[in-house]
Every structure is written in structure tokens, then in C-alpha cells.
């Protein structure tokens, strides 16, 4: 055993110790002169800041801190946080007592105390964050960092019954994850109270709401993840929920996909929305959201709707690409996997998505620091530590099982059975760089594989010796574990451990999970999870403020190479292809017998295609799940690479440039209008305002020529006009609607923005550009299919766009021609995309395929469904009427 080190925590680091993990003196009235506290500086409910600080005077509840910056701030002891411990060696110390506490002997106890402590030290095992935080300091607080429940009872009762479930294990520092697949459809009968359900989705807004309103163990805000089933006729609602603001702010949404729904979306099937038949007499009792269960024991389902497989993936896609929800769980494909099934099927995952759990499991975590297994003697891993830390670490989170508290029957009979742990690592992406091994190339898919080949092979082996000395979980059978997907492989690569499976039985159902650890990677001060770093400089917007962040291994390199750049190896999360980010998770999965908590990371220009394919290489690579990330599609990100002064700044430069260019949209008005230059027909723009933009402006020939295209809508028929300056595109004109109305006016503001767009500076990409931002963006419905298919008009003018490239500009004669032939066609000059189409569950969009109905947008429910109706404005879709 090596030296036991000292540690000294400082920043950031320090920051999230203290505030987290360190424990608390709950009364900060013992708050006296020379206390290092955390003060708080800035009281705000959604972004509060924190220092670090030392008390240097106190007047009855008015205290001075000074904190580590130097300056002083007033403040009360109400507003301090207080803490027993000041410096991790003796939370150490706490969590190697508290672990080995549960050993059978006294003699035991010590051995496993010293062992625990030396795993702990320097930071080679980091516990999960309810492990950290509680252990021995709490007889209430959870250690187990998150929970599944089972989903609601289909009915009021049922469902404050999960509500009060959810609550107590938050209060206690649990995130939940729930499956409302249980609950029947909006507007399903209820007979109960001769009424209609009001769905699923809305009461996961319930939960979603009562989540915001913990305070976890006095430390964080509730964690809560919800999921709905493939099948279930809500999904669609599901998938698009925070498309509108409010419903759901406070909860992590992914959808359960199945083998079958994807080989539907494969080969453009059909698919069926059911749910089970309500008024079967044992309802009420029997039916708890599996369908599967429900269809065996011969009991009916009723179809509610047909839909194209394809559409519910695409909508997927789309809302993802939006904003980076919902994730997909691939779920039948995680249950082939589980070691858990035979006896426990898995029906959600935690918060972060890393643990697939069944109703009352629980994930059970924490993480090997891998920056720690650095031989710089050899330049390798140094396996051997490695091996002795997976040992131990699986025996440490063995014994949480028996220390946690358990505030439920139902989560300690559970557990017990399974006895489920998940072992993980951080500091992935610092061990490659010093070993010089680039984060997603060829070769590190290769490392990684025996990287994590190697932990897996060490914790089943342990978990092994650990059942022979102790005995296995409760619903162990060797010949149906070792038949899960999971175990099939780890046999054919490593048979000693099924060897060892068979002989001395599992203390554990599963071993290994990959969480993303970014709190504790961040105190740690080293890379989160099995993520690359995210840079190489950021700053972190957290509840304890707004904090520069540098990475160390980074800053040393170039502090030592003074002028010189980041070799290759120093990759960061957006340096990578998305494809890499997959490819790194599904070499890893392998090795995994839980889940990954992993973002694909993409830049602002990824388009809804590019996300389609990333997830559907993540099911083809056998990923039990797939989140993205496209950088700016949230207004607020955790982590960032420039500082708000700096995001101000640029915000003011933006302003100053979206003037300049108002001015010449201005003129571009006028121009289209009348046919005549801005400086005739428009007042002049300020005289500092032309010389940048305005040289770089087209002006507009007298003549123009080009192409009308006629394009099937969700709108209506759209005729979208294109005319060449110097043989490339530069002007759309677009005529979507009846004069007035609001389709209309936003076809013509789309048309004059493109416009502008196209004629503003030289660069040669403008037309790619364009149809990229363009192509794909949705709407409330879609018509047509495959090739043909147009999601909005937008969507349209990106297809037409591309059709005019493809074609070359139009070879015209030299006569010239009125101007105004180009602006008001009257009869399509080029052939039309896409067919009419009838209404494949899109609202009844089929209703206006044709053409001859032009719908306007309802300003109640934002779709197209707004007509006239006896002389009064009425949505064909929610009812609203202009006229009451």
C-alpha cells in the first residue's frame, strides 16, 4: 500500500467539496471567527453564486467572511454553509468506516477499513455522490444516487401514490425515474367520473413540477427522468412536450424504442398506437404498464392509432436535433442484454440514462479514477493497480447495499434480490492524452476495448470471490444468468469468468456502470466520465456560480512548450465527429453490462439528417441508448466556451450589424416593390453604416431570370421562384396562401430574408448554406413521402433550391423579358415535387393537398387549421373562433 497523500482542494474544487460532499453542521449557528465556510454572494433561486471563505468577525447573526478572492462580504449564518469536514482525508476516513462497518468480524472491519481507505486516497475510487455525502454522517440520506419506481397505478389514487414516492426519495437525495406508459390516453374514457383522461404527458408535468420544488439532502434540486413506450397513442405528445414552454421544465425525457419499432422505421411500416382494453374487469389490477405481460395473458388491446413508423422517428429526430430531447432508450435490445432477465425486467432508467433499472431498483455508483493509472515508466496503463483498484471497489459498493438506509420495504427487498451495482470510471479522456492515444481514432476504439475489457474481466472475477465468500444474490440461477446477451459475450472472450460464474456463483446481478460524474470529475479536476474534455477552457455555470475552468494536463503541456500548439492527442469534445462520440460509446457498451451516460456532441450547423443517421448508427452499433448535444440549441448550457462578458460584447456587435443590415433589407423592400434602387425610393442610411455592408450587397439587375417551382405544402401548393445573377441563385420569390393572410405574410418575409441572404458578400457556399439551415426544419404536419416528403415551407424552399443547383441555371435566350413575369407566375415554368398525399395521421393535412384550400395559422394552437367558416375565422384542430 502506498503513502497516504494530502490533499489541498482549491477553487472550483473546493467549492463543490464543501457545498456537496463535505459534512454538514446542519446548525450554522456554531458558525464562529476562523470557520472556512461557503457564503453565500448572490441570492438568486436559478443562479445563486457561492464562495469560499474564512469567518473574520461575527456580531450575533452578521457575519464577515473573506473570502478566498480577498474580499469581504457581509452576510447571516443563515446564509453560510457550515461544514465538519474541511479537506477530503477526512471524509476519507469517514467513508472507509462507515464501508467496512458492515464486515462480519472485527478483524474483518480493520482489514477492509485499510483497504477501502487506500483505494479512497488520492482519488483513485471516487464515491457517488450520495455514498460521499452521506455515509456515516447521515442515518436519513440515501446512498444510492438514483431510483426507478414503478410506473403509476392507472388512476388519481395511483398516481399520488407515485407522486408521494418521488417525493421521499428526493427529499433524501434520490433521483427518480418513471415510466407513465401505465397511464391511459388523453381523452380515453374514464368512467369513473363519466369524463375523459387528460394523458399521460400531463401528468408527467405533474411530476415534472413537484420536482422543482425539492431541495435534495440540502445539497441539489430533484433529478427525474420520464419515459413513455413506443406503443403507447401519447408518444407523439411525448416527444414534443417541451416544444411548449412550461409543461415540463424539470425532468429528463427519453422514449423506449423497440427492435420492432425500428425495423419498422427501417422498412416504412406501418405502426400501431394501442393500449390496453379499460374495461377489462381485472384492469385495475393487473395492468402496470407492461404490454408485453398484458398481450400473454390474452387480454385485448385496443388500436388507437395507425401511424408510419417513420413519422414518430422523424419527430423524434427533429425534437432532438432542437433541443438535445427526447434521448431513445432502445429497450427491448437493453432487456436481451440485462442479466436481470429472467426475473426483473428493466422498464426506465435513472435521471442520466446510465442505469436501466426495474420498478424499485436502484443505481448504486461510483467511479474509478483512471488519470491515476498512469505508468510514465512504461507509458502504459498500470494494469496491475487498476486490478486491485476494481477489487476493492466492487467489495465497497457491495457493502453500501447493506449500510443505506432504506426508507422503502419495497427498494430493500429489491435491491436485495439483485444486489445491483454499477462501478464506473472518470478521467478517461486525461489517461489518453498521457498516453497519447487521440480520443475517437481507430486506435483508441482498440484501447478502449481492452481498456474496459480488462475492468469488466476484474469486477465479475471479484463479485465471484465475493459470492463464494458470502453468497449470491437472492434470484441468482447460473445457467439463465450466464444466458443473457451480456454474459453470452463475456464468456466467449474471457471464460474464466464464466467459469468462475458457475462455480462460485454472483454476489452482484450487475457490476459496471458508466455515469457522468460531473460534479465529482469537476472537484477531482480531471476529465467527467468516459467524455473527452469538453475544452480546454470553459466556463461552468452551476448553483454555485459562474467559474473559468483551465485543464490542467493542458495548460502544463503548453507552459511547457512556450509557442507551440496542442499536439493532435489534446482533442476536445466538439473536435469530434459525432460518428467518433457513437463509435467510442459502443466499444465501451460492449463492456458494460448497465448503460452510458454519453452526449454526442455536434456543432450548430448539424442538420436533422446528420442526427438521424447518428442515432440510428447507435442501434446498429449496439448502444443501449443515444443522446446528442448540438451546440447553442438550449438557451442555457452548463458548460461554455466563452465568458458572458465576452457573449455581451458580441451581442452588441450583432445588434450594431443586424442594424446595418435592416437598413439594406429596407432597401430591398422597396426594390422589390418598385422595381428601383434604395437611394431613389428609401431614406439613406446613416453614413458610417454603407461603407462595410453595403460593398458587399448585389444590387439587383433590371433584368432576371430563372425558374418557378411548384411544391405540395403542409400549406397549400406553394409556387417558389428562383432567378440567377452571374448563373447562381439570388432571389426566391414564394407565393404560399391568399393575400392577408398569415401564411402569406411569413412566405414573403421567408422569400425577402433568403433573398438578402443570397445577394449579401462572396463567399462561395452561400446556396449549401442555405438549403443546410433550411432543409428539414418541421412544423405541425408533413405531406408526402420518401424523396417527396416536405416538412414545411421552408423545407420546400431547400428542395426547390436544390433542384434549381442540380438542373444548372435555366438556358435562356437573350430577349429580355418583363420583370414582372418572374414575381407573378402564372402557371409553373418546372416540374413540381411531390404528390398529393392523403392524411397519414397528420392532423388532416391531406384535406388541403390539393391546393384549393389555403389554411391560416391558429394563434390558440399555432397549426394550420384556421378557415372560413360561416364568415368567422375558426381552427378546425382545437375550435378556437375569432368571432367568440
Known sequence: MSTMQSQRLEGLSEKIFLDRYAWKDADTNNAKVGDVVLVLTKDDPKFPTKEVGEIVAREGRKVTVRTRKGELVESEVEKLTLTIEKTPEEMWDRLAAAMSSVEATPELQEEWREKFRYILDDWKLVPGGRIAAGAGASDELTLFNCYVIPSPKDSRGGIMETLTEMTEIMARGGGVGINLSSLRPRRAIVKGVNGSSSGAVSWGGLFSYTTGLIEQGGSRRGALMLMINDWHPDVLDFITVKQTMGQVTNANLSVCVSNGFMKAVKEDLEWELVFPDTTDPDYDEVWDGDLDKW?????????????????????????????????????????????????????????????????????????????????????????????????????????????????????????????????????????????????????????????????????????????????????????????????????????????????????????????????????????????????????????????????????????????????????????????????????????????????????????????????????????????????????????????????????????????????????????????VEPSAAAPAAPAGSKSGLDKQYKKRPQVLRGATYKMNTPFGMAYITINDLDGIPSEIFLNVGKAGSDVFAMAEALGRVCSLFLRYGDHGNKVELLIKHLKGIGGTGAIGFGANRVESIADAVAKALETHVANGAPDHDHDPAPVAATMAPAEPAVASHGAPAADHGHGGHGAHAGGSMSLDLCPSCGGASLINIEGCKTCGNCGYSKCS
Not at 472518470?426 to 481498456?451: H, T
Not at 507552459?559 to 459502443?586: C, K, N
Request: glycine share 6%; aromatic share 12%; with cysteine.
Open 295 to 675: 398481450k400473454k395473458a390474452g387480454r385485448k388491446v385496443i388500436p388507437y392509432r395507425t401511424v408510419r413508423a417513420r413519422e414518430v422517428w422523424h419527430t423524434i429526430i427533429e425534437s432532438a436535433w432542437k433541443s438535445a430531447e427526447p434521448g431513445v432508450v432502445f429497450m427491448e435490445y437493453y432487456n436481451q442484454m440485462s442479466n436481470s432477465w429472467y426475473f426483473n425486467p428493466i422498464i426506465c432508467t435513472n435521471p442520466c440514462g446510465e442505469q436501466g433499472l426495474p420498478g424499485w431498483g436502484v443505481c448504486n455508483l461510483s467511479a474509478m479514477n483512471l488519470s491515476k493509472f498512469y505508468d510514465e515508466e512504461k507509458h502504459d496503463v498500470a494494469w496491475d493497480e487498476l486490478a486491485v483498484t476494481t477489487r476493492y471497489s466492487v467489495r465497497f459498493l457491495d457493502n453500501v447495499i447493506d449500510r443505506t438506509p432504506y426508507h422503502f420495504e419495497e427498494n430493500e427487498a429489491n435491491q436485495k434480490k439483485e444486489r445491483r451495482v454499477g462501478l464506473g470510471t472518470m478521467g478517461l479522456a486525461e489517461l489518453m492524452i498521457k498516453l497519447k492515444i487521440r480520443y475517437g481514432s481507430p486506435e483508441s476504439l482498440e484501447f478502449l476495448d481492452k481498456l474496459y475489457g480488462f475492468i469488466a474481466r476484474e469486477a465479475y472475477l471479484a463479485s465471484a470471490d465475493i459470492a463464494a465468500e458470502k453468497g449470491s444474490f437472492e434470484a441468482f440461477d447460473a445457467e439463465l444468468y450466464l444466458q443473457s446477451g451480456f454474459m453470452k459475450n463475456m464468456a466467449e472472450v474471457y471464460p474464466e469468468v464464466a467459469e468462475a460464474v458457475r462455480t462460485k456463483g454472483a454476489r452482484n446481478v450487475t457490476v459496471i456502470t458508466q455515469a457522468p460524474t460531473g460534479s465529482t470529475g469537476t472537484m477531482v479536476g480531471t476529465s467527467t466520465g468516459i467524455e473527452p474534455y469538453f475544452a480546454f477552457k470553459y466556463f461552468r455555470q452551476s448553483r454555485l456560480g459562474f467559474d473559468e475552468q483551465f485543464v490542467p494536463i493542458a495548460q502544463e503541456w503548453l507552459d511547457s512548450h512556450p509557442g507551440e500548439e496542442l499536439p493532435e492527442y489534446f482533442v476536445t469534445a466538439m473536435d469530434l465527429s459525432a460518428e467518433d462520440h457513437i463509435r467510442a460509446q459502443a466499444a465501451i457498451q460492449r463492456w458494460v453490462d448497465s448503460s452510458i451516460s454519453k452526449t454526442a456532441n455536434c456543432p450548430a450547423d448539424f442538420t436533422i439528417e446528420d442526427t438521424k443517421r447518428l442515432y440510428e448508427l447507435a442501434f446498429d452499433l449496439g448502444c443501449k441508448g443515444v443522446t446528442i448535444y448540438r451546440d447553442g440549441s438550449r438557451d442555457i448550457q452548463v458548460l461554455q466556451t466563452e465568458k458572458k462578458e465576452d457573449k455581451a460584447a458580441e451581442a452588441v456587435t450583432a445588434s450594431s450589424q443586424e442594424t446595418a443590415l435592416e437598413q439594406s433589407a429596407a432597401g430591398q423592400a422597396t426594390e422589390d416593390a418598385t422595381g
